[in-house]
């Protein structure tokens, strides 16, 4: 017999809190249990995860939400890729796209043979191969075709929208649904003496809300998983020196609408740009040692498109990870659970794959122990993982500034190295089924860093050259005619889902 939930309390709001009360509403509507979310409208949320991957589209599917509709009240536009910028050395730029490189022939990878044309010396810009890539460089846009012998089928995306408007769309959803919204400071938490469960929390004003799953979403401030149950923090501040962000919004200039987001090296850090069917989203995430706050400011102000539209938001952090995400009845989601750095618009993304497993693993009063380690064991790999490729963009760099230096010449993560090692050796990859980054993101990473195979696959030589060069242009031409026939992202904007801030 089971001990079923009968209440569930999210403490916090913002994005986090609301996706995990949406999810919770669609699954759980059914089923009896009581879901109220905790927040202070006092409390600012950080607010600034505007960028995401494509998983983020599954998320919304399975709430059933209209994407146009999303799209006009979040003021979004789409992304297809991420443009690394001067990472490599000063003057360099490359793609991170979305979606894979050409078609494997025969069973033997697509990246192979490429590498062989490179090493022939008759190779073109891998990026030519990559239908999304490919649309980023026309500035074109989209939606996918749902046949899988279209080339279009191979198209995959994301999103930018303002996360304010995101977590404000989601609380509607979610209250339409049967969520109770609790406006309130949480003054103390309460715990069972024997177990140390939490049990509670009482408000600033005396009221008390109690429930038997608890889900922390009050971002770095960890209220429950580290404040009361004290879960203790491992550090990657060895590994990922950056611990400050400074972000702006601005008016739109410059690109303008790209379908793309940016990401800008500079002396101490990087530069993202974000742009939104209204505004430009921007931030330098950087490292304290290396760079002041004042001169922070200053070398983003001189990035700006266009007029600042609000003050400067200065955010503190420290990389790592919680070491659990689920400890006794509390679950950690989003930034309750630990933070990289918004480098490749994963913070999103771990909000939903914290989500994703919490419903797939959801308890009874018993809180097997088992399914709680297994929830731990699969966060903490999938989060190493990301890590690490995350490590690989600032690890494998050629420019010369002393943040730079320190970052090449640091010790990486023993599975990093090998994977880098076995890639320059001869461009092969073997990875984890729970790695996010899929090997065609391993790959635009690795070659737009520098990482260059020093041999291809001996099995793609048994093919003719002219064999190889035939199928090779022909499916370049067939994407770039594809991209080609697409609108251009604004366009497509302006005729499915125009906010009424956007203006062609």
């Not at 994005?15 to 509403?25: V, Y």
């Not at 122990?369 to 690989?392: G, K, M, S």
Request: aromatic fraction near 10%; glycine fraction near 8%; charged fraction near 25%.
């Amino acid at each position: 017999m089971t001990n079923p939930i009968r209440k569930v309390l999210i403490v916090g709001g913002g994005t986090a809190g609301w996706m995990t009360a949406a999810a919770l509403s669609k699954v759980l509507n059914t089923k009896g249990v009581e879901v109220t979310l905790v927040e202070s409208d006092a409390i600012a949320t950080v607010g600034v995860g505007e960028a995401t991957i494509p998983p983020i589209t599954t998320f919304n599917q399975i709430l059933g939400i209209d994407e146009a509709e999303f799209m006009r009240a979040t003021n979004g536009s789409f992304k297809l890729a991420i443009e690394f910028v001067d990472w490599k050395h000063k003057g360099h730029r490359y793609q991170h796209p979305f979606g894979n490189f050409g078609l494997d022939i025969e069973a033997l990878k697509f990246h192979q043979f490429w590498l062989r044309s490179l090493h022939e010396g008759w190779a073109s810009d891998i990026d030519d191969y990559n239908l999304p890539a490919t649309a980023v460089n026309l500035g074109r846009f989209a939606l996918p075709s749902k046949d899988p012998g279209q080339v279009m089928s191979a198209l995959k995306y994301a999103f930018h929208f303002d996360a304010s408007l995101y977590a404000r769309y989601l609380r509607g959803y979610a209250e339409k649904r049967g969520v109770t919204r609790v406006e309130g400071k949480v003054g103390s938490v309460q715990q069972d003496g024997e177990t140390g469960f939490v049990t509670g929390v009482t408000l600033e004003d005396g009221r008390v809300l109690e429930a038997d799953l608890f889900v922390d979403c009050t971002g770095f401030r960890a209220l429950l998983i580290e404040q009361t149950l004290k879960t203790g923090y491992e550090d990657w501040g060895h590994w990922l020196a950056n611990d400050r962000a400074v972000a702006l919004q601005c008016e739109m200039g410059g690109d303008g609408l790209s379908p793309f987001t940016r990401a800008t090296a500079h002396e101490a850090g990087w530069v993202w740009r974000i742009p939104l069917q209204h505004r430009i989203g921007t931030g330098y995430v950087y490292s304290s040692k290396h760079i002041s706050d004042e001169d922070a400011l200053k070398t983003l102000e001189r990035t700006l498109d266009g007029k600042p539209t609000q003050q400067p938001n200065f955010i503190k952090f420290r990389p790592g990870r919680r070491k659990q995400i689920w400890n006794k009845n509390v679950v950690a989601i989003g930034l309750s659970s630990g933070f990289l750095e918004p480098l490749e618009s994963t913070s999103i993304h771990m909000i939903q794959a914290g989500i994703t497993k919490l419903l797939a693993l959801f308890p009874d009063r018993g809180f097997n122990p088992v399914e709680i380690a297994e929830y731990n064991r699969l966060t903490i790999l999938q989060v190493e993982l990301i890590r690490d490729f995350i490590i690989l963009h600032f690890h494998a760099n050629q420019r010369d500034e002393p943040y730079w230096q320190a970052l090449r010449e640091m010790e990486i993560p023993a599975d990093l190295s090998r994977k880098i090692e076995l890639f320059r050796s001869s461009g092969r990859l073997f990875q984890s089924d729970y790695d996010l980054f899929a090997e065609p993101s391993w790959i635009a990473v690795l070659l737009g860093q520098g990482v260059t195979p020093q041999r291809h696959d001996p099995l793609v030589d048994q093919y003719d050259q002219a064999f190889v060069r035939g199928q090779m242009e022909r499916l370049s031409g067939l994407i770039r005619r594809t991209a080609e026939s697409m609108p251009s992202h604004e366009a497509f904007i302006a005729r499915y889902c125009a906010a009424p801030e956007f203006k062609a």
